[in-house]
């Protein structure tokens, strides 16, 4: 039975409380979409840099990754339902107030705070799934219809970003995010059942700080680096206190009575080597989508809605594959399928690293439906396999797990690839004989360069124009360049985890695992 025949099996209670859900869901991840769509007009109206563009998208992501462990903790012990619905309306305030932001330093600021909303809202969106759909044959259905949710979300956030920047302003995407997110309460108000587990331990506030301070040290190390240089002594010391940090909170959760993060969890390897192909997947897919839409709108040349309309492709891939890949899982078992998306989006990335400027669109298509076919085969079967490791009345702490692995790759894949294209890009710029004066501001982003040579052919006439071409095919050349070097990075990210699921991966649940209980 395939999930689309599925579908009106699972009772109509049932079916609202899951599309609420998943309208939940769309709110948080449609959010990292549309904010990317915008980052080359950001550069422009705000003046925001590369390092700014990376932490206007990393501000959500790292305080998403961080927090998301104590949200599902929190909504476990004191009610899923109000923590959903409080997440978004503080996400509509966040989302609204971002929208009127004067610089860059502000619109980080709401950024985070709408990071700390999606905390709250996305671990129960999974933690109340599981608790409504406990039979595996229905939960599988939910999930692939959850997971199709992302898909649809990467389709309607550049589309809708891209309509809303043209015809309006940049700040009526934030807008729409802020009215996605009251729908969403609404929906919740009247469909969501509440569910509680009430033995769930007191917070444990020492792993959350030491959790914060390793994650948020460790991006800030890897962003700050191509302006301080890898090398050098303040980056090489923000990773070894990242580094520190992490050992600390791995040895105060091991042993502490209630543990934020259950380590022993990770004994189990089906969770283990579900959750490390989820943050590889991620990693993948956000540091894409950060490169990608530049590629288009500073090299391409095209504007917001037409790149968000050639996003289409990895949104629908992605959507059809996480329908699919779930129900696979039960045919073949999960380390098949799970192992071949990552092979698939490794072949994506080791072609999409042959991109230049006058790559034919048909072939970049190809490239994405590659890509979404791997991430929907990847993610959807391992949150499964992570879910059905932990017990329904655990599900709120399951699920944020499954949000931190996928935030985590996520927010490390945005500064990772972002800070490697950068340096790529800012070593290419560095060779050129042409005027320190007019390739100083270029170094900032690929979107800057297009902006001082703009200036220079206005400032100095015909010969301004000569040196502004230059300028900006240079840019175009280096900005290509620091694109394949880091969906290099993203593919040999991805081919590591997928030799380690081949190797670590239970095909199926084994007879001893925990198996779902009923939840109060």
Aim: charged content about 10%; some cysteine.
């Amino acid at each position: 039975m395939t999930i689309l025949a599925a579908v009106p099996a699972i009772r109509s209670k049932k079916m609202a409380a899951l599309i609420t859900l998943c309208s939940a869901v769309f709110v948080v991840n449609v959010s990292t979409t549309i904010v990317n769509i915008a980052l080359p007009t950001l550069v422009g109206d705000l003046g925001a840099s590369t390092r700014d563009l990376l932490w206007i998208v990393d501000a959500f992501n790292l305080a998403f990754a961080a927090l998301v462990l104590a949200g599902g903790s929190l909504s476990d012990r004191f009610g899923r339902r109000p923590f959903l619905i409080g997440g978004l309306a503080l996400f509509a305030v966040a989302s609204v107030g971002g929208a009127w932001s004067g610089e860059p330093s502000h619109l980080i600021a709401w950024r985070a705070l709408a990071g700390v909303a999606a905390a709250v809202v996305y671990p129960v969106t999974l933690s109340i799934l599981t608790n409504v759909f406990q039979e595996r044959s229905e939960r599988v259905v939910a999930i692939g219809i959850w997971g199709a949710a992302t898909g649809v979300s990467v389709a309607v956030g550049p589309v809708v970003g891209g309509s809303l920047i043209e015809h309006f302003w940049w700040g009526s995407i934030f807008v729409f995010n802020g009215l996605a997110a009251t729908g969403a309460f609404a929906l919740a108000i009247r469909f969501v059942p509440n569910s509680i587990d009430p033995s769930t331990p007191p917070l444990d506030k020492t792993g959350l700080v030491l959790s914060v301070l390793a994650l948020g040290s460790l991006v800030h190390a890897i962003i700050e680096g191509p302006d301080r240089g890898w090398s050098s002594t303040s980056t090489l010391l923000g990773f070894g206190v990242a580094a520190a940090l992490l050992v600390m909170f791995v040895v105060r959760e091991s042993r502490a009575r209630h543990p934020m993060l259950d380590v022993r969890l990770f004994t189990n390897m089906r969770f283990t080597a579900a959750s490390g192909a989820v943050t590889s997947a991620f990693f993948a897919l956000f540091g894409f989508i950060f490169l990608v839409t530049q590629y288009f709108q500073s090299v391409r040349g095209f504007g917001p809605l037409d790149t968000g309309v050639r996003m289409l492709p990895v949104a629908g891939s992605l959507a059809a594959f996480s329908l699919v890949g779930p129900r696979l899982a039960v045919l073949v078992g999960s380390k098949v399928v799970v192992a071949s998306g990552l092979a698939l989006l490794t072949a994506a990335f080791l072609w999409i690293s042959q991109v230049e400027a006058g790559t034919s669109y048909l072939q970049i298509a190809g490239q994405m439906v590659l890509l979404g076919a791997g991430l929907g085969l990847t993610s959807a079967p391992a949150t499964e396999a992570i879910m059905g490791v932990v017990p329904t009345d655990k599900a709120g702490m399951g699920s944020a797990v499954n949000d931190a692995t996928r935030e985590l790759g996520g927010t490390l894949g945005v500064a990772v690839i972002g800070s490697v294209a950068l340096s790529v890009y800012r070593d290419g710029l560095d060779t050129t004989q042409l005027p320190a004066a007019l390739v100083e501001p270029a170094r900032e982003s690929v979107g800057a360069a297009l902006e001082a040579a703009r200036q220079a052919a206005e400032a100095l006439g015909d010969p301004g124009a000569m040196l502004g071409s230059q300028l900006t095919e240079l840019a175009r050349e280096q900005f290509i360049d620091g694109f394949a070097t880091g969906s290099l990075v993203a593919g040999a990210v991805t081919a590591v985890a997928g030799v380690l699921t081949l190797i670590f991966l239970p095909s199926h649940p084994s007879d001893d695992e925990a198996q779902p209980t009923k939840g109060s």
